[in-house]
């Protein structure tokens, strides 16, 4: 029969998944859920939840909180093609998601689970697409969310959202580092929050379903994508043991985590060879992945090894230049999601990736989450299209 426990992946030590704890209490290592008998079988529901059985296989369906995330499309352009040097690269927009950023497809499974474990209160902190989902999901299914926002560090759109949606905010000091140093303080002293970052391993089950839709529609030789606190990093390359154990796939894509070359901690700590990451002062225009101390970074450490993959690291500018590829393109992403395509141009003018490689390319978020540098534009007079 299929059950689900917490698992250690430094010590092994298991865990009852009723009992909500986020660290092994034996190593302090972040927990993994981990499915017994976990079956490759897809449900009648669409997205996140077709693939309920890989994702959160024993929660009952009258407790799931969902707003019908996932599913996402993935997108063809010859702009791109031609920017990037590869003629098969295709973007899948995590945009296109409820509130328009691939955070609602952890936030679903999470929040079922608060749901499934009797909470009415659930907190997080947020550089705001995080904060975005959690106040959504919360809402819907009818509890109290807290978010921590470092305030001069998010886009007002983001906020926006989480104050629309009925979110309590909790301003806080400094940078996004600082706001989960601030929900970790929290969680010591009382266990009436049920805590939605991505120390939360259901959100990284959410996750893992970017890579099975990838994985069911084609065989991209690598993904790349934007990196942060990690949560996607650890996700993907999850979901891509799942798959590979369960003899689904026959083989294993090349992980491409990009980061900016401001908030890069993950690259120095692979490309280093360290045994501990080191916290670093993030700064960067993509304030999604302006992060300098990201909690995942030895379960997002065991992906990139297990898929072969690469960490990259890419500048504001090159960020912000392949986003104007990417926007005039007409598919359009937030900046931190450009990254994923400049760092596949790097990859591919150093060589590592070949213009005949087939690359999937994930934006995190939708064109509108900030709009705070707009693009230079010319105003015409009607005389001058006359
Ligand atoms: C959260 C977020 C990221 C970073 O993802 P991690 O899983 O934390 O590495 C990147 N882009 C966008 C748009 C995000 O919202
Ligand atoms: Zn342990």
Same mark, same amino acid.
């Not at 702009?79 to 409820?98: C, L, Q």
């Not at 991505?198 to 065989?219: A, C, D, F, H, V």
């Given at each position: #029969? ?14 009852? &998944?009723?009992? /909500?704890?986020?660290? $092994? ?8 859920? %981990?499915?017994?008998? #976990? ?5 009648? %529901? ?6 309920? !059985? ?18 996402? /499309? ?13 003629? !098969? ?5 995590? =945009? ?10 952890? #936030? ?11 909470? /009415?209160?659930?907190? $997080?902190?947020?550089? =705001? ?40 905010? @909790? ?6 580092? /600082? ?57 993907? =390359? ?46 960067? &225009? ?27 690291? @890419? ?27 400049? =760092? ?43």
């Amino acid at each position: #029969m299929t059950f689900s426990v917490l698992k250690c992946p430094n010590c092994g030590e298991e865990y009852n &998944i009723n009992r /909500n704890k986020y660290t $092994c209490d034996k190593c302090g290592n972040i927990l993994d859920v %981990f499915h017994y008998d #976990m079956k490759y079988e897809t449900t009648k %529901f669409k997205g996140v939840w077709k693939y309920k !059985n890989m994702v959160h296989p024993t929660i009952s369906e009258d407790k799931i909180i969902t707003r019908g995330e996932g599913d996402t /499309n993935l997108y063809r352009s010859e702009r791109i093609s031609k920017y990037a040097g590869i003629n !098969n690269i295709v973007m899948k927009h995590e =945009g296109e998601n409820p509130t328009g950023s691939f955070k609602d497809r952890g #936030m679903t499974v999470a929040v079922s689970e608060a749901i499934r474990l009797k909470f /009415n209160k659930t907190l $997080c902190a947020s550089t =705001g697409n995080t904060s975005a989902a959690a106040a959504s999901y919360s809402a819907l299914a009818g509890i109290e969310s807290y978010v921590m926002i470092p305030g001069k560090n998010v886009s007002t759109n983001k906020l926006f959202q989480a104050v629309s949606y009925g979110a309590n905010i @909790v301003d806080i000091e400094g940078d996004f580092d /600082n706001a989960m140093a601030d929900v970790k303080k929290t969680i010591d002293k009382t266990n009436d929050f049920y805590v939605l970052n991505s120390l939360n391993p259901w959100r990284i089950e959410g996750q893992k379903t970017i890579i099975y839709e990838i994985m069911e529609k084609s065989k991209p030789d690598f993904i790349s994508f934007p990196a942060g606190n990690l949560g996607n990093t650890s996700a993907f =390359g999850k979901a891509l043991m799942d798959l590979k154990s369960l003899d689904i796939i026959d083989y294993v894509p090349k992980l491409l985590a990009i980061q900016a070359e401001g908030a890069a901690p993950f690259y120095d700590y692979i490309h280093g060879n360290k045994d501990h990451i080191e916290a670093v002062k993030a700064e960067t &225009i993509a304030t999604a992945i302006k992060i300098g101390n990201p909690v995942n970074y030895k379960k997002a450490r065991r992906s990139m090894e297990f898929s072969n993959g690469i960490v990259e690291k @890419v500048t504001d500018d090159q960020i912000m230049d392949a986003k104007r590829v990417i926007d005039r393109s007409g598919i359009g992403c937030e900046p931190a999601s450009a990254a994923s395509l400049a =760092g596949v141009l790097k990859l591919r003018e150093s060589g590592i990736i070949d213009s005949g490689d087939t690359v999937t390319s994930i934006l995190t978020g939708h064109l509108l989450k900030d709009v705070s540098m707009m693009p230079e534009y010319k105003v015409l007079k009607i005389s001058d299209i006359l």
